[in-house]
């Protein structure tokens, strides 16, 4: 379902980021203790839930990828915990308004 609403190439981004956390950290890791999740935002609502959720935005960037219309985000919430975060260009920090 996720695939049919996003941008093939962002949808492959988000696959292929899924793809290295699971190597990192194994594919049947406790989500809640190491590794970390890639999370789509599709509104502002949602980016409002996301930032409820995880503290990001006080915390490291450490890449940002621009796939089209969107950008993937890998934010260091921990030392063994991130959180990859694919949402529409507008929505980042640096283009809010």
């Known amino acids: 379902m996720l695939q ?8 492959e981004k988000l696959f292929y980021c899924l793809s290295i956390l699971d190597e990192m950290y194994g594919e049947d ?13 599709e509104t502002r609502e ?3 839930e996301v ?5 990001y935005e006080g915390r490291l960037c450490e890449w940002v990828d621009l796939v ?22 507008e929505f980042r920090k640096e283009n809010r308004k």
């Open 4 to 11: 049919s609403k996003l941008p093939k190439e962002v949808f």
């Open 29 to 41: 890791r406790d989500y809640f203790k190491v590794g970390g999740y890639c999370m789509v935002v």
């Open 46 to 48: 949602d980016l409002c």
């Open 51 to 55: 930032q409820k959720i995880f503290d």
């Open 68 to 89: 089209g219309e969107y950008a993937c985000e890998l934010h260091l919430l921990g030392d063994d915990f991130s959180l990859i975060l694919c949402l529409p260009n």
